[in-house]
């Protein structure tokens, strides 16, 4: 059964940094990108961050220059944040893209506040 565990959510300060992780357990045929996504109280889900098989990377406007995604091997991805703002409030979700089907992890709660 395919499992992503989320870590590195929590409460920072504005300006601050976090720093997600994604570690996919399980047998997933076929890893075509790991990306991550929010949602905000009221908003629709929206996507920060993707990264290809091959290393291409995708950031919505919003985080351009402060997040940068990456993986280590082909199985864990994570999210560096940094220069966090209050409009950065969200619960981070990862997914993995495999080749018959995505997959969803449960979220982590990242709060931006003083």
């Known amino acids: 059964q395919v499992q992503l565990e989320e870590s590195g959510g929590g409460l920072v300060q504005p300006g601050g940094s976090l720093r997600l992780s994604c570690a996919v357990s399980g047998n997933v045929a076929g890893i075509k990108a790991m990306g991550w996504y929010r949602q905000a109280p009221g908003k629709q889900r929206e996507l920060v961050a993707a990264?290809?098989?091959?290393?291409?990377t995708t950031y919505a406007d919003s985080v351009k220059g402060r997040f940068t995604i990456s993986r280590d091997n082909t199985k864990t991805t994570y999210l560096q944040m940094n220069s966090l703002k209050p409009e950065d409030t969200a619960v981070y979700s990862c997914?993995?893209?495999?080749?018959?089907?995505?997959?969803w992890g449960q979220g982590t709660q990242v709060t931006v506040s003083s």
């Open positions: 997914k993995v893209d495999g080749y018959w089907r995505e997959y």
């Open positions: 990264i290809t098989s091959g290393g291409t």
